[in-house]
């Protein structure tokens, strides 16, 4: 029906394409009203001032480097070794034939993931209540890959099962056909597949551990074992200038958006060669 | 002694029984070829002759041993039996030599030197030397299935089992996969093929048993099973089989 209506009055009926046209010309139309108001409204000179001095920049060289961006990359790195071991060894947890493995595993990964990230900070900085004397290893470093790890190994397990189901039966089969037990099929054959069926998923895993690692700011840090967000936040106090925040948040920028690019680029590339 | 003995063997998955008391032998040296009907239980019993699939009742032995036995070591039990699949299942992630190396050192405990040794022999074997550097997705399906031969034969089975070797093959690839398993049955390896290769069977086999819904209807020579059946069942299926969409 509405065809014959179409047909009968072609002239006042707009085409899809016109349609499509004016959709457009009225998205851009608000773009521009936002943009220009925002711009009018902005005090540039204070903006400036405040958010891009160069000099303020320039006071945070080259710790920010050396001291910030190093202890961030140690931090998650470290969490991202525990979480990794951490998370596979749930992931196997959950295939196990033994029953109370499989519940704890899931109750694990229910627990860790369901909890805010800073709260595990906060209760790792009280553990010496709960265990008198116990301290973790390494003191902050220690605590900050434990706290990451376990955060991280919640969603690694969750990963590592997906890999763990994507490899083919047939595998361990041929692997047992072959005399293997079980634990080497697995560690010989199946692992491996499944590692590299997750790198994708692992390498966003990073990107998220990467940010955060902000969260070590909460075990009480000192001045050498400081990250990038607190680095940048104390530089903008003792300066009484907001710029040292917006460096830092673009020193993340420069981690976490070569890694973002990686890990779609290795996600294409296997998606391509399945 | 027989180098399989299968006494009595059954197999359900759930209610449903699919091997009803098999029983059959394999004398050393023998090649016997498994026919059937589709969802006859052909693959189950393959599979159950290396506890890949554990049997509901019955004995599997194997060269004298009882792999159905409680306490019997099932990996090492398994080490006297190559299996190829009907999908090559070799390793995605290790080359060509790797794979075939790989259980040799990890099971059988070989030297590295003497895995990689063995492993090229056995490659030379099936006329793929010079793909051991690649990996499977560099392989045709047929060069695939030849690696998985190799890779079974490393472990000096003394019988291989394959379960349609050539059923997921392009037709132009299954006369190079023939032609290996030929060649092994002409230098004495025991084997138990389950296939719908009638020609292979009646040239290579020394005995076609073919199997219906779990049982074994018709065992002997393949002069007689193939060319002179005696059940209804056998005729039917081998009409089908040879004259496809008649
Ligand atoms: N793991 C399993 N769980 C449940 N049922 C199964 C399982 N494996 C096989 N079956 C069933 O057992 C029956 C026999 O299967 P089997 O694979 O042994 O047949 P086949 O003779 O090899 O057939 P084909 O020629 O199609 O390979 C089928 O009905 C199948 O659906
Ligand atoms: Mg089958």
Not at chain 1, 194 to 209: G, K, M, Y
Not at chain 1, 217 to 232: P, R
Request: proline residues 5%; charged residues 20%.
């Amino acid at each position: 029906m509405a065809d014959q209506q179409a047909a009968a009055s072609p002239q006042r009926r707009l085409s899809p394409r016109q349609k499509q046209r004016i959709s457009r010309g009225i998205q851009y139309g608000v773009l521009l009203v936002i943009v220009v108001v925002l711009a009018l409204l902005a005090d540039w000179p204070a903006i400036k001032e405040s958010f891009l001095s160069s000099k303020v920049a320039g006071e945070g060289l080259p710790a920010l480097f050396t001291v910030a961006l190093k202890n961030t990359v140690i931090y998650t790195i470290s969490g991202f070794v525990i979480g990794f071991a951490l998370g596979l060894v749930l992931a196997l947890m959950r295939q196990s034939s033994v029953a109370p493995y499989r519940w704890i595993a899931a109750g694990y990964v229910e627990v860790f993931r369901g909890l805010p990230a800073l709260l595990i900070f906060l209760l790792i900085g009280s553990l010496p209540l709960a265990f008198p004397g116990f301290q973790v290893p390494g003191e902050v470093y220690g605590q900050a890959a434990l706290g990451l790890g376990v955060v991280s190994a919640a969603y690694m397990a969750e990963t590592f099962r997906a890999g763990l189901q994507a490899v083919p039966k047939g595998q361990m089969e041929a692997a047992r056909s072959l005399g293997m037990p079980h634990m080497r099929a697995m560690v010989s054959i199946v692992i491996p597949q499944a590692i590299r069926i997750v790198i994708p998923p692992l390498t966003n895993e990073l990107v998220l551990l990467f940010k955060d690692s902000s969260l070590v700011l909460f075990l009480g840090v000192t001045a050498s074992q400081v990250e990038l967000a607190k680095f940048g936040n104390d530089q903008a106090s003792t300066f009484a200038n907001p710029t040292p925040i917006l460096v830092s948040g673009l020193t993340y920028l420069l981690i976490t958006i070569p890694l973002g690019y990686a890990a779609r680029r290795l996600e294409a590339r296997q998606g391509a060669s399945r | 002694m027989s180098t399989v003995e299968i006494r009595k063997l059954h197999k359900s998955f759930g209610k449903l029984e699919v091997l009803k008391g098999i029983d059959f032998s394999v004398e050393s040296g023998q090649v016997v070829c498994v026919i059937g009907p589709s969802g006859s239980g052909k693959s189950t019993l393959l599979r159950c002759v290396n506890l890949l699939e554990q049997p509901t009742s019955g004995q599997v032995f194997v060269d004298g041993i009882e792999l159905t036995h409680p306490d019997v070591d099932i990996d090492a039990a398994r080490r006297r039996l190559g299996m190829v699949f009907q999908q090559f299942n070799l390793f995605s992630h290790l080359t060509v030599l790797r794979n075939v190396a790989i259980a040799q050192e990890r099971v059988l405990k070989r030297s590295r030197a003497e895995a990689v040794r063995v492993a090229r022999e056995n490659l030379e074997k099936v006329g793929l030397s010079e793909k051991a550097e690649s990996y499977p997705a560099q392989l045709s399906g047929g060069q695939q299935q030849r690696v998985a031969i190799a890779r079974a034969l490393a472990m000096n089975p003394s019988l291989m089992l394959f379960d349609e070797p050539t059923s997921a093959l392009d037709p132009e690839l299954v006369g190079d996969v023939l032609q290996v398993m030929r060649k092994l049955a002409e230098d004495g390896m025991t084997m138990l093929v389950v296939t719908h290769e009638m020609g292979f069977a009646r040239e290579v086999a020394d005995r076609v048993v073919f199997m219906d819904q779990g049982v074994i209807v018709e065992d002997g020579p393949p002069e007689q099973v193939i060319s002179a059946p005696q059940h209804d069942r056998t005729r039917e299926f081998l009409h089908r089989v040879l004259h496809p969409g008649v």
